[in-house]
């Protein structure tokens, strides 16, 4: 049984705001991993920022024409908790704090993208990739509160292999639809 096929129409609506949370994704990866001997400031800005970024990209993401509108609510939901944790984040830089908010954030949007799937991915087909991104939230944010004790180093390195995980996989997604959307519009992204 062959995978259907995302119309080129679809796939030109929601491939740049998927390229772009797959960037934000890798940034705040790359900085993860390369910035020695991080602090509570490190992670507390880098998080946030991470958070808000993405959090505009999901919106775009569905805001195209064509995503369903029960499934705007949800995900409108999920960069809205994205905002507020990083607002909290930037505001209030404790490690212990900002451990909390991630998880929160992680855990919500995670939980809302898997509602998102089981829910819509027959009326959008772009949505047959949230259930990846969502567990990935999901397990970020089980990993973040499971280390709460930890310091700030170890707690960006947390949650910066699960960003590393959704990183990977949103760059393949962005990149299948950049594929599908071909027939619709021959310079997307050039």
Same mark, same amino acid.
């Given at each position: 049984?062959?995978?259907?096929?995302?119309?080129?129409?679809?796939?030109?609506?929601?491939?740049?705001?998927?390229?772009?949370?797959?960037?934000?994704? =890798?940034?705040?990866? $790359?900085?993860?991993?390369?910035?020695?001997?991080?602090?509570? %400031? $490190?992670?507390?800005?880098?998080?946030?920022?991470?958070?808000?970024?993405?959090?505009?990209?999901?919106?775009?993401?569905?805001?195209?024409?064509?995503?369903? %509108?029960?499934?705007?609510?949800?995900?409108?939901?999920?960069?809205?908790?994205?905002?507020?944790?990083?607002?909290?984040?930037?505001?209030?830089?404790?490690?212990? $704090?900002?451990?909390?908010?991630?998880?929160?954030?992680?855990?919500? =949007?995670?939980?809302?993208?898997?509602?998102?799937?089981?829910? +819509?991915?027959?009326?959008?087909?772009?949505?047959?990739? %949230?259930? $990846?991104?969502?567990?990935?939230?999901?397990?970020?944010?089980? =990993?973040? /509160?499971?280390? /709460? +004790?930890?310091?700030?180093?170890?707690?960006?390195?947390?949650?910066?292999?699960?960003?590393?995980?959704?990183?990977?996989?949103?760059?393949?997604?962005?990149?299948?639809?950049? +594929?599908?959307?071909?027939?619709? %519009?021959?310079?997307?992204?050039?």
């Amino acid at each position: 049984m062959s995978a259907a096929k995302i119309p080129a129409a679809i796939a030109a609506e929601v491939a740049t705001p998927v390229m772009g949370r797959a960037i934000t994704a =890798a940034v705040f990866a $790359v900085v993860s991993i390369f910035w020695p001997n991080a602090n509570a %400031q $490190v992670l507390a800005y880098g998080l946030a920022a991470f958070m808000v970024v993405s959090a505009k990209f999901i919106w775009d993401y569905v805001k195209a024409p064509s995503v369903p %509108q029960p499934a705007r609510g949800l995900y409108g939901i999920a960069a809205l908790v994205m905002i507020l944790s990083g607002l909290t984040m930037a505001l209030m830089p404790q490690v212990l $704090v900002v451990g909390i908010a991630a998880s929160a954030a992680f855990i919500v =949007a995670g939980l809302l993208e898997i509602v998102v799937f089981f829910r +819509h991915r027959e009326a959008f087909l772009p949505f047959r990739d %949230q259930l $990846v991104t969502g567990f990935v939230g999901l397990g970020t944010g089980a =990993a973040l /509160l499971m280390g /709460l +004790h930890l310091d700030a180093h170890a707690l960006l390195g947390l949650a910066g292999g699960g960003v590393i995980i959704l990183a990977v996989f949103e760059l393949i997604s962005a990149f299948g639809l950049r +594929h599908d959307a071909k027939e619709e %519009q021959a310079r997307l992204w050039r």
